[in-house]
């Protein structure tokens, strides 16, 4: 009987025993030890009436509770946008009273200038009399 260790798919130790046989003919299989149930493969099915650590419910609750969190950001995402737009609102009528007092400053010193440039015309005509 010949013996030679190879690894398995997973990478586990395994053993190709050939078999000389009564006809004469040889077989050979390969052997592994099994192991603990602690370490029983994460990609393995359970059994019919085992409860499974995983169950597909807990699974729709976590994607359920997803889709709330998801509409519950939109939500807060369109009222900063709407507080956004309030405030932009509010600083175009501060600088639309901006622009009222800034004019009416211009015009008032507009009106000065005009007072002034008339005061000044009729000095120059006084000047000229005498």
């Known amino acids: 009987m010949n013996v030679l260790i190879f690894q398995d798919t997973s990478g586990r130790p395994q053993k190709l025993v050939a078999l000389q046989l009564d006809t004469g003919g040889s077989a050979g299989i390969r052997v592994r030890k099994m192991t603990h149930d602690s370490h029983v493969s994460q990609k393995k099915r ?7 650590s995983d169950p597909k419910k807990p699974k729709i609750d976590q994607c359920e509770d997803h889709v709330k969190e998801i509409e519950r950001l939109k939500q807060e995402l369109k009222k900063q946008e709407l507080n ?15 622009i009222k007092t800034k004019d009416f400053e211009i015009t008032a010193q507009d009106k000065i200038i005009t007072e002034l440039k008339r005061k000044l015309e009729e000095m120059k005509k006084k000047k000229k009399e005498r």
């Open 46 to 52: 359970s059994f019919e009436g085992e409860d499974s």
């Open 84 to 98: 956004q737009c309030d405030d932009h609102l509010k600083e175009i009528e501060r600088l639309k009273q901006e």
